[in-house]
């Protein structure tokens, strides 16, 4: 790594302490990921569960149905996240009097279009991957600072795609390395959790240890979405600076 590079740990560390601070980033983390995750986790659990049930095609379609808005407010959690993330860009110390409910307004005019602009991401970069893989993750590392721009300067999509693949001009290896880091020391314990508590906690047990097994499950992967963001705020920050310079 170059000198001046900042850490994985130098950046998880500072975006925790940020959250640590900052009571509307626990509030944002927990009313619209943690629930909503633990609620369509849960009723997705109890459908699977009623697969021998003559209603199950029914229930199947209202679990969809219940779905939908659930994760749009995740997406909404995401934006609340990236909008109260937006005080990194001039210090990461502190704490603010600003309220979830003023994070959250300021955040409803973004939940749309991270949405479409994730979808639309989506499908760019799975286009790329039929090609060939190295292509994919190309388009993946080119636009991942994509939803940071649209908050910090208000870009439309086009416009922060290509903000985002003129930051990251140069430093597609570094971004590499960061996703690669990110998903190990954030997303791998989640992801093992899961995968564990699915198999001990999976047959035969009762609607309240579905719940408790889907409220872990869904903390876990709310902390590491919400200092995921954090850290990309951090290095849009410092690539950004080297940029402008």
Excluded at 166 to 185: K, N, P, S
Aim: charged share 15%.
């Amino acid at each position: 790594m170059r000198m001046g590079m900042p850490s994985v740990f130098s950046l998880i560390g500072k975006a925790w302490s940020f959250a640590m601070h900052q009571k509307v980033i626990r509030e944002s983390a927990f009313w619209l990921f943690i629930v909503p995750g633990t609620i369509l986790g849960t009723v997705s659990s109890a459908v699977d569960s009623a697969k021998d049930h003559p209603e199950f095609p029914a229930l199947t379609v209202l679990n969809i149905l219940l779905a939908l808005p659930l994760i749009v407010l995740s997406y909404w959690g995401m934006a609340s996240i990236l909008v109260a993330g937006r005080r990194l860009l001039k210090s990461s110390a502190g704490r603010t009097r600003t309220s979830f409910r003023a994070v959250r307004k300021a955040a409803t005019h973004f939940v749309l279009p991270l949405l479409f602009t994730d979808i639309l991401r989506t499908a760019h970069i799975i286009l790329w991957s039929l090609l060939l893989i190295i292509p994919g993750i190309i388009a993946f590392l080119r636009t991942i600072l994509i939803p940071v721009i649209i908050i910090s300067e208000g870009r439309t999509m086009r416009a922060a795609l290509r903000r985002s693949q003129e930051i990251l001009r140069g430093r597609l290896l570094r971004t590499l390395w960061y996703m690669i880091a990110f998903g190990g020391f954030l997303f791998l314990p989640a992801v093992a959790t899961d995968f564990f508590l699915l198999s001990v906690l999976q047959n035969g047990i009762s609607l309240w240890m579905i719940l408790i097994r889907e409220s872990v499950i869904s903390a876990l992967y709310a902390i590491a979405t919400t200092l995921f963001l954090l850290c990309l705020i951090l290095l849009y920050k410092e690539w950004t600076k080297k940029t402008n310079a």
